[in-house]
């Protein structure tokens, strides 16, 4: 069965600390890896795509890359604005429109 | 382009009552996929929609139903309201040729 597993649970960072969220997954033919960023209240807003392992992508102080087993999404020097919970999720083999996502890491950056 | 619109934005309904939600899906976008979003399951996959076909299905009761029109405007439909059905109800679209997905900012429905 495809899983999506999301560690830490919860992050807390001072402004400027830099760290990492990861996002290991089991999946049968991996279509696609999404981050997606989600503030209380409101619908998941869409960060990147990785599609195969080696691929990495940047945004802002957002970077994401992809292996084979897991996916990361490094968040440098960040600001108290970064503060919200950060979903992973795949789409896998044949399941058309099925993002399968994990449970989210919520992040608060204080000043 | 407009994003992913939903309607009503937030609704209250009694246990046993029926209900519809409506989204308006990305100009140009033909799928529509609906998920359900509660603190203790995350977010769950209920069924996609692409030129007014149903592609795919989640594991939910048949009270969960759902439609979509020629428009690509998409509607889903629960029966016989449960207390468990309170939840935030997130609608989202792509293009038939993306796999990504862009959300709407759900319709949070409580049911008493």
């Known amino acids: 069965e495809d899983q999506v597993t999301q560690s830490p649970e919860a992050l807390r960072l001072q402004e400027g600390e830099s760290s990492s969220l990861n996002c290991s997954y089991t999946v049968s033919g991996l279509r696609g890896l999404f981050w997606y960023r989600q503030d209380p209240g409101k619908g998941p807003e869409f960060l990147f795509t990785?599609?195969?392992a080696g691929e990495e992508k940047e945004k802002e102080r957002l970077k994401a890359t992809l292996t084979k087993k897991e996916s990361f999404l490094h968040i440098t020097a960040p600001k108290p604005e970064d503060s919200a919970t950060y979903l992973c999720a795949v789409q896998a083999g044949d399941s058309w429109g099925k993002l399968q996502f994990g449970a989210g890491t919520q992040v608060v950056v204080t000043p | 382009k407009a994003g992913v619109t939903q309607t009503p934005r937030y609704l209250i309904k009694t246990r046993g009552q029926q209900v519809t939600l409506s989204c308006s899906p990305i100009?140009?976008?033909?799928?529509v996929s609906w998920y359900q979003q509660t603190p203790g399951q995350g977010l769950q996959f209920l069924f996609e929609y692409f030129s007014e076909t149903q592609r795919n299905k989640g594991n939910f009761p048949g009270r969960f139903s759902g439609r979509q029109f020629s428009n690509s405007r998409s509607e889903m439909n629960v029966s016989t309201l449960e207390l468990g059905d309170s939840a935030l109800y997130l609608c989202?679209?792509?293009?038939?040729?993306?796999?990504?997905?862009?959300f709407g900012p759900g319709t949070r429905l409580t049911v008493t």
């Open positions: 100009s140009g976008h033909r799928s």
């Open positions: 989202a679209s792509r293009e038939g040729r993306s796999y990504e997905q862009y």
């Open positions: 990785l599609y195969s």
